[in-house]
């Protein structure tokens, strides 16, 4: 049972006799307390997909989930879902686009290190590494000499993200992104 500031996104916790996902977290330490940090968790039921938002204190004790995980690769839009084939048995999961649309922005057909979590055999949410490699569709002319600098200029990736890159970067070049922080990272 780990403390309540252990817990990271796209865990599942059981929560009020339900399974929950935890999409994001904030902390935040009140004045004026004496002790600890503030965690409120916005967490979506597996089931119904309903959201509660919920505060805990950072030495609360939470119930994991059973949760697995399982190596995929993205398959196709069937509609509204996305569909993703794990890598060992060929399963698809299906995954609604709303549950995953912070995600969309960082995966394409070739994107490698993707997991869905499956609670209760249904698929709840996708994993994405840390970072990911995409192509650069949009962006201002490159500028010789622009290495030399720090300025940086706004690029459209292939999936439809935008990040600020530097200036010698240019429309064509693979560049490799940090998903938590939604930042250019180098060129990949």
């Known amino acids: 049972m780990p403390k309540a500031s252990e817990i990271k996104k796209n865990v599942a916790i059981e929560y009020n006799g339900a399974t929950y996902i935890v999409r994001d977290i904030g902390r935040s330490v009140p004045q004026g307390r004496a002790g600890g940090s503030i965690y409120r968790m916005r967490m979506y039921d597996v089931v119904t997909g309903n959201k509660i938002d919920e505060t805990f204190k950072d030495s609360d004790m939470l119930d994991l989930a059973d949760l ?47 997991q869905v979590l499956v609670v209760n055999d249904s698929p709840v949410a996708l994993d994405l590494p840390s970072n990911v490699d995409l192509q650069v569709m949009e962006t201002d002319p490159s500028i010789k000499g622009g290495s030399a600098t720090s300025r940086t200029k706004p690029a459209l990736l292939s999936t439809g993200l935008t990040v600020q890159v530097p200036e010698h970067i240019s429309t064509g070049d693979m560049v490799k992104v940090n998903v938590e922080e939604r930042k250019f990272m180098s060129r990949a």
């Not at 794990?86 to 995600?103: C, R």
């Open 68 to 114: 697995i995980r399982r190596a995929v690769m993205f398959s196709y839009i069937d509609g509204n879902e996305y569909v993703f084939m794990d890598t060992e048995d060929y399963t698809p999961y299906n995954l609604s686009k709303d549950a995953i649309a912070d995600e969309t922005l960082f995966f394409n057909e070739t994107t490698e290190g993707m």
